[in-house]
C-alpha cells in the first residue's frame, strides 16, 4: 500500500512560522454542452503550503503541463483523476469540481 501524504493547512513555513496568503486565488471553467465545469485547484494547493503543479501531478500520476490544462479549464479529466486529486487534498469531489447547468 502507498502511504499518499495529504495537504496540510496548518504546516509552519520553513523559519517555523504559519505562511500568510497575499493573494487570492481564482476558480477557472471548462464550458460543456449543457453546463460548465469550474474546479478549485488553484485554491486547494495554494492553502496546502503552495504546492506546486509539478508536485501534484507527481502524487496523482500526470504531468505538470496536464495539471496546468486542468487548472485552468482547458482539459477535463476522467472520473478516475478528478477523485485522485480530490484525495490528494483529502477532500471530496464536489470541493474540487463543480458543474453548473446553464
Not at 486542468?70 to 482539459?75: A, L, P, S
Amino acid at each position: 500500500m502507498v502511504h499518499r501524504q495529504r495537504c496540510h493547512r496548518h504546516r509552519l513555513h520553513r523559519r517555523g512560522h504559519p505562511r500568510h496568503h497575499h493573494r487570492a486565488p481564482v476558480s477557472h471553467a471548462t464550458r460543456m454542452n449543457n453546463g460548465i465545469i469550474t474546479n478549485r485547484i488553484r485554491q486547494l494547493r495554494f492553502h496546502c503550503d503552495e504546492m506546486s503543479q509539478t508536485e501534484l501531478g507527481q502524487r496523482v500520476g500526470l504531468t505538470r503541463q496536464t495539471i496546468a490544462a486542468i487548472e485552468g479549464g482547458k482539459y477535463s479529466p476522467s472520473l478516475e483523476t478528478a477523485f485522485r486529486i480530490a484525495d490528494v487534498f483529502g477532500v471530496k469531489l464536489d470541493d474540487v469540481f463543480q458543474w453548473t447547468k446553464t
